[in-house]
């Protein structure tokens, strides 16, 4: 079972002003067996406290899983981005790319996300959108390959043959 947490940048909601619906969105879609949501926090659109709660979760809570939602627009407080490109090693691009794609082929604003994806250790990042639409499209769209992605990262898949829990369709 891979550990994971959620991480909502919101003024409001870390104000107690707006219920997190989009965080909700999440872990109703990470479902057992696969996915234990471990820790869930919401905090206020600010580079340094975005980043604090993402390397705690990463170095000392260990998750396997990190996912952010909210502040990877333009407005000028949306700097999820900013605050993960600032902890992880290495970017995993193809992530943040096929949710944009998900994303267009329901609306042009798709284009206007800035969500990143990468590794900081053990822990893949991975930044959706604030709306629980968008994340319930985003998430869709690369969680069939989220079990490969956290056995390869974490060693338990060595060759390149199949995962073990990503079987392709015949």
């Known amino acids: 079972m891979w550990r994971v947490g ?5 003024d409001k909601g870390a104000r107690g ?3 997190d619906r989009s965080g909700e969105e999440i ?9 234990e949501v471990s820790a869930w926090e919401v905090v206020p659109d600010e580079q340094g406290r975005i980043k604090e709660v993402l390397i705690r979760m990463a170095d000392t809570e260990r998750l396997d899983l990190v996912l952010t939602t909210g502040g990877t627009g333009l407005a000028p407080r949306d700097v999820t981005p900013e605050a993960t490109r600032d902890v ?3 970017e995993v691009p193809g992530i943040p790319e096929a949710m944009r794609l998900a ?20 822990t893949l990042i991975i ?10 499209e985003c998430l869709e769209a690369v969680l069939p ?7 390869t ?14 079987k392709r369709k015949s």
């Open 6 to 10: 959620i991480v909502t940048a919101s």
């Open 153 to 166: 990262m974490t060693g338990e898949f060595g060759d390149h043959g199949e995962s073990l829990s990503f």
């Open 103 to 122: 994303s267009l082929r329901k609306t042009p604003f798709g284009m206007l996300s800035r969500g990143v994806a990468g590794l900081r250790g053990k």
């Open 88 to 90: 992880i090693g290495r």
């Open 145 to 151: 390959v989220l079990p490969h992605a956290l056995e």
């Open 27 to 35: 872990r109703r879609l990470l479902r057992e067996p696969d996915f």
């Open 17 to 19: 002003e707006r219920e």
């Open 127 to 136: 930044n959706l959108p604030g709306s629980p639409k968008a994340v319930r």
